[in-house]
């Protein structure tokens, strides 16, 4: 168990529906990064918050959203699904400096049919 | 493209073998880090590389940062079945922006 919790583990929807997945970091850290994985694009960065406020933006597409709530965990929130959707998406934390590594998650395997 | 290329994509090799794995780039980074990461998981941290020709050691892997901060190898000794998995770098540019390469996807046969 790495510390970092991600709800649920498999979800399995319907092109057009909209989905939330969540993610609790590890107690302390402050940080919170979300990172789609697929096959044939790697792990690619969506957007980070750091303490409540969002810090960074990667490629995450206008149909997608993301918070994090006081109590610092976070929810990442998917629109209008399309089958290219379909990855894993996992929630990363850290305290607050890059250079201490990422905790990962166990990530969500979401499935867009 | 990606930022950070890792080589070679895939390598499967017998229990007891040596093995290097490759992370370029044409970035330069003001660390670098390596992960693990096995099917249905998440990555998993390795190691952490900061300074230009920083060598790190854990158990039978070794982690060398080039001194231009622009690559990276990770040697694996006398190779093991659960040694198997995504090897993933990744490279923390000045902007504070953190790139991953694709990875490379090791098989150890016993």
């Known amino acids: 168990d790495s510390g970092v919790t991600q709800t649920p583990k498999h979800l399995i929807t319907a092109t057009g529906q909209r989905v939330t997945l969540r993610c609790s970091p590890r107690s302390g850290d402050l940080s919170v990064y979300w990172y789609q994985q697929s096959l044939d694009q790697g792990l690619q960065f969506l957007i980070q918050?750091?303490?409540?406020?969002?810090?960074a933006k990667g490629n995450i597409l206008e149909r997608f959203s993301a918070q994090q709530f006081p109590d610092l965990h976070s929810e990442l929130n998917l629109s209008s699904l399309e089958l290219g959707d379909s990855a894993l998406y996992f929630c990363a934390s850290s305290v607050a400096g890059h250079n201490y590594g990422y905790t990962f998650g166990s990530g969500t395997r979401l499935t867009v049919v | 493209t990606q930022l950070l290329e890792q080589s070679p994509q895939f390598l499967s090799i017998q229990e007891g073998e040596n093995l290097t794995v490759y992370c370029n780039s044409s970035s330069v980074f003001s660390s670098l880090q390596w992960y693990r990461q096995e099917p249905g998981e998440g990555p998993v941290l390795l190691v952490t590389?900061?300074?230009?020709?920083e060598v790190k050691k854990l158990k039978r892997l070794t982690f060398q940062f080039g001194d231009a901060r622009k690559d990276s190898s990770l040697h694996i000794t006398a190779a093991q079945p659960g040694d198997t998995g995504l090897y993933l770098c990744?490279?923390?540019?000045?902007?504070?922006?953190?790139?991953f390469g694709a990875g490379t996807r090791l098989t150890v046969k016993p």
């Open positions: 990744a490279g923390l540019e000045d902007n504070n922006d953190m790139r």
């Open positions: 918050y750091y303490n409540g406020e969002e810090r």
């Open positions: 590389v900061v300074t230009g020709g």
